[in-house]
């Protein structure tokens, strides 16, 4: 069908600007920058050429994780629909929403889905995925959000059954504090019909996890080492490329992939729009990212801290990667509302 009148043609929107973002960017590069390890926070992976970069990342044949997705997604989309009875798919972190479309394709079968949500940092990948997706699905408003998901969640939009896609295990890349907080603002965020669906890598043999993230070809170092290009052309900071080595490994105390730089002798780094100047040792690392992997007993209790329940766990078959579902419990018990001890058992 050609499409002639403006009704016909794809609905997006495009809210926030992120104006604010950058101001709480700033302060907290500056005290990551300061720590112990020093880390460049991960949003800098993540301008125009680093969304690219991932994408290319997604497509390599030892990142297993967006296949690994797929094929739980695809064997569980029917079921996702018919248990969410979805009329809004928001998603956090949506990048190119590639994963997304099993779960459009399934929830617009069902046909209650009125409405597409992607929130992302990177406006231009943002745009450019929430026009392709209006284009192949033309019934469904798309409402895309320029935004940041840990402090952006209040800029969804409200009312109907709303299923928050949370995917690629990017829950992965927060540290455990962070993770509680996020869980803790969808858990405020959830109301009674609507759901969660999280992607979420799991551990294994920790070669495979380190040949994930040191491809032949080199593509995620150049993605890692984009955040320093884009660090020295917003932030007038002077990294050298050549002064620092890429480094990804497994941290088996943490279960995480330790991912960033060592630096290859000392020297010193000035970020000017910062005010620092910061002293690198030889060999001294440089934190860009974690990317944390799960055990379904530590999950389900992050989760549960949190006042949600995981109400589903799906796996590939070959067990690398898992789908949660998540609903909001009927009494939310999240720790920091609980009351202490004494007094609880005081009442009993
Ligand atoms: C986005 N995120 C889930 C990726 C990961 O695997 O942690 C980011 C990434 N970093 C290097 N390769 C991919």
């Not at 920058?33 to 690219?52: F, H, I, M, T």
């Not at 040792?281 to 999950?299: D, M």
């Not at 009494?331 to 001890?341: D, Q």
Request: aromatic share 8%; no cysteine.
């Amino acid at each position: 069908m050609s499409r002639t009148s403006t009704e016909e043609r794809p609905r997006v929107d495009v809210v926030g600007t992120r104006a604010d973002g950058r101001a709480a960017l700033y302060e907290a590069t500056f005290r990551s920058l300061q720590a112990e390890p020093k880390e460049l926070p991960a949003v800098w992976l993540y301008d125009e050429r680093g969304s690219r970069l991932y994408e290319e990342i997604t497509r390599l044949p030892a990142y297993y994780l967006p296949r690994r997705e797929s094929e739980v997604l695809r064997a569980r989309a029917q079921e996702i629909a018919r248990r969410t009875k979805a009329t809004t798919l928001a998603e956090l972190g949506a990048g190119s929403a590639n994963n997304t479309r099993v779960l459009l394709d399934a929830l617009g079968a069902a046909g209650a889905l009125e409405r597409f949500v992607p929130l992302d940092v990177s406006g231009k990948t943002l745009q450019a995925s929430a026009e392709t997706i209006a284009a192949a699905y033309p019934r469904i408003a798309v409402q895309a959000i320029v935004g940041d998901f840990e402090h952006d969640l209040g800029l969804l939009p409200r009312g109907g059954r709303r299923l928050i896609a949370f995917l690629g295990s990017t829950i992965g890349n927060l540290y455990p504090d962070q993770r509680a907080r996020l869980l803790g603002a969808l858990a405020d965020e959830l109301s009674p019909g609507d759901s969660l669906l999280i992607g979420i890598d799991l551990v294994k043999d920790s070669a495979r996890l380190e040949e994930a993230y040191n491809d032949p070809g080199g593509v995620t170092e150049a993605f890692v080492r984009n955040a320093l290009t884009a660090a020295n052309r917003e932030l007038e900071a002077t990294f050298d490329q050549r002064q620092f080595a890429y480094v990804a490994r497994w941290d088996p105390a943490n279960e995480w992939m330790d991912i960033g730089f060592h630096a290859r002798e000392t020297h010193t780094v000035s970020v000017r729009q910062l005010g620092l100047e910061l002293e690198f040792e030889e060999a001294e690392p440089l934190r860009v990212e974690i990317s944390s992997k799960f055990r379904r007993e530590r999950f389900e209790r992050e989760v549960a801290r949190a006042g949600l329940a995981v109400a589903s766990w799906w796996t590939d078959r070959a067990g690398d990667f898992a789908v949660a579902l998540v609903l909001p419990t009927s009494t939310r018990s999240r720790t920091r509302f609980h009351r202490p001890r004494e007094q609880s058992a005081a009442r009993s």
